[in-house]
């Protein structure tokens, strides 16, 4: 029994504030570490020991005890994946915790015990709700939108100054409906050719839900988005009293002298009552006049600004800009929506909003207080940012500890068995080391494949011949309950694509359209030549109008509500279980695509199926070079020299082994500071293997010294990740080829083998 109530190994080793249990079923004995019984209030002596059942549930808040009980009865009754927040209560305090666990079962699929981690999660949600109630009193609503998606990321604030039913995300065709037709819309899509940095506007909206029509101001900032692209982070508020203002004042100056007595008492009435600072300049930036909102907002007295500068109140940092704009209002141009902080008489600063316009010598301006606003921004940038990396690097820790966990686990096991003498599992065990490491490597080929990173060999591509050899395979995939029909008409157009990467787009669409047909259905793979517009690719951020290769996959099955459409390519968002799915697939396919300038369009109802259009630019028909040799069946060497470039001393230890094991001689460097003497020299060299991503004199460098003095001498690239191998077109060289890391010595071999019999493999004995 003890045995079975003692922690597993993945859950003890969890890191920062995470506490681990394990609840066997069959004797309901729960087991817990130290950091659970701190988060549950209980002894760790006797946690560890193990505890009734019954302590999971005893300071869990009554409100949320009863869902609790829901959730983990079904969780011990078989159900996998176990995930719930609620709220326990420790000496009077109320916390928040994350739970989350997994059943495990024995050989005969019977659950035998539930384990998981609980994590702390009160701040998080103090501060979510401090966020909300923010936004909320100050009127401004916030935003987030990325580059490529028709959707954007909103807060409960941002729908209501809208008029919009209250969501987590909008399309972005829906929240721009709003907009005056003359007026920009307030999601503007940058592809990373625009300015970044902020941006400002305003406009007006006809409310969604009463036709009113309200004045708002959009600000926020356009800066690269860290999976490629360009992220627009930003709020919106009201502006309809500031603008009712300055027609006001606009309107009072227009025609002042021929209604001074007239409308005196009404200029008077807006001048006082005014929430924002009025105030009457000359170019020179004296002031002739403040309102008595100047009193209110920053507390100075008339007599103490009228006959000064206001640059006396502007903060040092914002006196070049404030300037720029006083310049501009004495040339006789109008300046809308510039910020400055201006200093209060408590000492403190203020930020306030400016417009300004000019009429003769005088200037006139209005300034509405954004201290508010300017906070609340600071405080979104910061809960987003913090909200990117968390589901960043969750996501990434549970898939690759799992995946090291087989790694390490195989190892360690083949090492017993060796020491004991016992051979006949070590193969087994090695295989599925070898399994495990394999998939971390396919999980950084997803992450830089949506992130556009990835290293593609385009080629000409017949996407009908290639559809036309997948037949079997997708037949195997989908089983017999789908029926699998294909469309590709013999005059297809030539695409130019990396073969390997859309033959795993295809098959990971068929996958997911099996998924959607559980009761079995049709999936079509069709192909037809298409011309696009500039219209037609607004959403794309590579592909230009022109021809292109378009491969339609539809299927009958259970089709997507709006909100999981609107999320479809984002990256990390599914809805299988946890376990079942990374959220990975589709963002792939769409940063594949998008990488080979292409385009990616979806439509989906419930019920009614899905379609997923991938376009593929067609290839003009020049040449591409020499063909690529065939893969060579031996990979022997017989004593050529290679030159080893490499800095982590384990890669190039293995790198050096294998070569020697496959019959190479080499010479071992770990810099370009190192290699480039060697190339320099009159030492006889037959290829050159470099790392990229060195430090000092990268591997891209090293090669173009080595083609300079070495021209017939053949180069193979390394590459876990750099920005530049991921159009290899425009990255290498003839006589260049580059490798994706991690590979396995077969592949090395095979590799070597071919390059050195290529055409371009001829050795150069010394210095070119």
């Not at 549930?57 to 983990?72: G, K, M, N, S, Y």
């Not at 591509?461 to 469309?487: A, F, K, N, Y």
């Amino acid at each position: 029994m003890a045995g079975a109530a003692s922690l597993p190994p993945n859950i003890g080793d969890m890191s920062g504030a995470v506490g681990a249990w394990n609840w066997d079923i069959a004797s309901r004995l729960l087991v817990a570490d130290a950091r659970f019984a701190s988060l549950y209030g209980l002894d760790p002596a006797a946690a560890a020991a193990g505890l009734p059942a019954s302590a999971f549930f005893e300071p869990v808040l009554e409100q949320d005890r009863l869902r609790l009980r829901i959730a983990v009865a079904g969780a011990l009754r078989g159900a996998e994946v176990f995930a719930r927040d609620y709220r326990v209560l420790l000496d009077g305090e109320v916390r928040w915790v994350s739970a989350r666990g997994r059943t495990y079962f024995d050989a005969t699929d019977t659950p035998t015990r539930f384990a998981g981690k609980l994590t702390d999660i009160t701040e998080q949600k103090r501060l979510e709700e401090r966020l909300r109630i923010a936004q909320t009193a100050g009127g401004v609503g916030s935003f987030e939108y990325l580059s490529g998606y028709g959707t954007a990321d909103v807060s409960d604030e941002f729908c209501r100054l809208l008029g919009l039913h209250t969501a987590r995300s909008l399309p972005v065709r829906t929240i721009n409906s709003v907009v005056h037709p003359d007026d920009p819309p307030i999601i503007q899509g940058r592809d990373g050719s625009g300015a970044l940095g902020t941006a400002f506007h305003e406009f007006r909206i006809q409310r969604a839900d009463t036709g009113e029509e309200r004045w708002l101001a959009s600000r926020g900032e356009y800066r690269p988005a860290d999976r490629g692209g360009v992220s627009f982070i930003g709020v919106i508020y009201d502006i309809t009293a500031s603008k009712r203002s300055e027609a006001a004042l606009r309107l009072l100056t227009e025609t002042l002298e021929e209604r001074v007595e007239a409308r005196t008492q009404e200029r008077d009435r807006i001048w006082n009552l005014s929430g924002d600072l009025l105030n009457i300049i000359e170019p020179d930036g004296t002031q002739r006049a403040v309102n008595p909102a100047w009193k209110r907002v920053l507390g100075h007295e008339e007599a103490e600004l009228v006959g000064r500068s206001m640059e006396c109140l502007i903060h040092a940092d914002d006196l070049p800009l404030a300037r720029t704009r006083l310049e501009a209002l004495a040339r006789g141009e109008p300046v809308a929506a510039f910020d400055t902080r201006l200093l209060a008489k408590d000492g403190s600063h203020r930020w306030i909003n400016w417009t300004g316009m000019s009429d003769g010598e005088t200037i006139y301006g209005i300034g509405r207080d954004v201290t508010q606003r300017k906070l609340l921004e600071e405080q979104l940038r910061h809960s987003q940012k913090m909200e990117a990396v968390g589901q960043l690097t969750g996501g990434l820790a549970h898939d690759f500890n799992n995946m090291l966990t087989g790694v390490m686990g195989g190892i360690d096991m083949a090492r017993m068995l060796l020491a004991q003498g016992r051979l006949e599992d070590v193969d087994r065990l090695l295989e599925a080391s070898m399994q495990s490491g394999q998939r971390a490597a396919a999980l950084t080929h997803r992450l830089l494949a949506f992130s556009r990173r990835q290293a593609l060999d385009n080629q000409p591509l017949d996407v009908g011949s290639l559809i036309g050899s997948m037949q079997e395979l997708l037949r195997r995939t989908l089983g017999e309950q789908v029926e699998l029909h294909i469309d590709t008409p013999s005059e297809l157009w030539t695409t130019l694509a990396d073969e390997s990467q859309l033959e795993s787009a295809i098959l990971n669409l068929a996958i997911n359209a099996r998924d959607a047909m559980p009761d079995g259905g049709r999936l079509t793979i069709a192909a037809r030549n298409a011309s696009l517009s500039e219209a037609d690719l607004a959403g794309s951020d590579q592909a230009q109008a022109g021809e292109f290769v378009e491969i339609l996959v539809t299927d009958t099955g259970l089709g997507m509500p709006p909100e999981v459409l609107a999320k479809a390519f984002d990256p990390f968002y599914t809805t299988k279980p946890v376990g079942q799915g990374t959220g990975l697939g589709l963002s792939m396919i769409y940063g594949f695509v998008q990488q080979s300038r292409g385009h990616v369009a979806i439509e989906s109802q419930e019920g009614r199926g899905t379609k997923i259009r991938l376009y593929l630019p067609r290839h003009d028909g020049g040449s591409e070079g020499e063909a690529t040799p065939e893969m060579p069946t031996a990979i022997t060497g017989s004593g050529e020299i290679v030159l080893v470039v490499e800095d982590d001393p384990a890669v190039l230890r293995l790198m050096l082994d294998a070569l020697r094991e496959l019959g190479y001689r080499t010479i071992e460097t770990a810099s370009g500071k190192e290699a480039v003497p060697i190339l320099q020299s009159r030492r006889h060299l037959d290829l050159l293997i470099s790392d990229v991503g060195l430090p000092g004199l990268n591997g891209r460098q090293i090669a173009e010294i080595a083609r300079q003095i070495r021209p017939n001498m053949p180069v193979l690239l390394m590459t876990a990740y750099t920005r530049d191998a991921g159009d290899p077109a425009g990255f290498v060289a003839p006589g260049i080829e580059v490798m994706q890391k991690p590979f396995s010595i077969d592949q090395l071999g095979r590799r070597v083998t071919r390059i050195l019999r290529s055409p371009h493999g001829n050795s150069s004995a010394g210095v070119g």
